[in-house]
């Protein structure tokens, strides 16, 4: 027994052995640092006064910041490598191997500028080409973004940057745009007289106002249209999901088809939304029928 001793001792006395030992050490704590710091980046990134967004990508760039400045010290250190001599040989072999990753490098290149210029931030619904979706996520080599169906797309970094990046209005809003015919009526009190294709608020066998009278009544009627999609959207979409903004009614157009709007409103579950919007068809085609 006490020979073995002395021979686990003779054998952690070997320079070679105890470097190893140091190394793991020194290695050990390079991953506590940088797990600490991950956590700690992890944490400002989600503060509210960050101005940074939440992407992967910087904490990425902290972790292997220090996983390099590790292994230098315990090459440095342990080793006894002179660190300088490494770098300048990575550096020149760096140009050759550049050459045999420019996809990647366009990535990461591509992914820093739309995250430190606040382009692209996880929550943004984007549409980059064909595809649209919001953002979950920006790593060091692609943008990960989830569409209407749930499916997820994965879009290198690169592509962003050269792509028109079009930012879609929030994924929880919805609008639903709907048309009153011509050839019915607004608000029970306008109809149409189909062989001058002008509006009629009064019987046939009565005098018909004047283009004042008439201006005011049908706009008394949109707002009396307006007021009832707006109850009907608010309580099919609320049967659904909570409205957290609307609903508003917005005219857009008159046309030989008749009057064209909008019904947009906010929803609090955006995975909802394409329920929302067909409970509010629904409940306005029941209504102009």
């Not at 054998?11 to 640092?33: G, H």
């Not at 990647?104 to 980059?128: A, F, R």
């Not at 990046?165 to 007289?193: C, K, Q, T």
Request: proline share 5%; glycine share 6%; net charge negative.
């Amino acid at each position: 027994m006490p020979q073995l001793l002395v021979d686990i001792v003779d054998f952690l006395q070997i320079p070679l052995v105890q470097s190893v030992i140091w190394a793991c050490i020194f290695a050990a704590i390079t991953l506590l640092v940088a797990r600490v710091a991950t956590r700690a980046v992890r944490h400002l990134l989600h503060h509210d006064s960050n101005p940074l967004p939440s992407s992967s990508i910087i904490i990425n760039i902290v972790r292997a910041t220090i996983y390099v400045v590790g292994a230098c010290f315990i090459l440095s250190t342990c080793f006894h490598q002179d660190v300088n001599a490494i770098v300048t040989a990575l550096g020149v072999g760096g140009i050759a191997v550049s050459l045999g990753f420019q996809d990647t490098l366009s990535n990461l290149i591509g992914g820093l500028q739309v995250t430190l210029m606040g382009i692209v931030k996880p929550g943004d619904n984007i549409e980059v080409g064909s595809s649209s979706g919001v953002v979950q996520d920006v790593s060091w080599r692609h943008t990960t973004i989830r569409d209407s169906l749930g499916q997820t797309v994965i879009i290198p970094n690169s592509v962003i940057s050269k792509t028109a990046l079009v930012h879609l209005l929030p994924p929880s809003r919805v609008s639903v745009p709907f048309a009153v015919s011509r050839n019915v009526s607004i608000g029970a009190s306008i109809n149409v007289d189909e062989s001058t294709g002008a509006l009629d608020s009064a019987p046939a066998d009565q005098p018909t106002p004047g283009p004042s009278v008439q201006a005011t009544q049908v706009a008394r009627d949109l707002d009396q249209l307006s007021a009832t999609i707006v109850d009907q959207a608010r309580e099919a979409a609320g049967d659904i999901s909570p409205i957290t903004d609307g609903p508003k009614v917005f005219f857009s157009e008159v046309s030989e088809l008749g009057i064209k709007g909008k019904v947009i409103f906010t929803i609090e579950d955006a995975s909802k939304t394409s329920a929302a919007a067909d409970a509010v068809v629904r409940a306005i085609a029941r209504e102009l029928e």
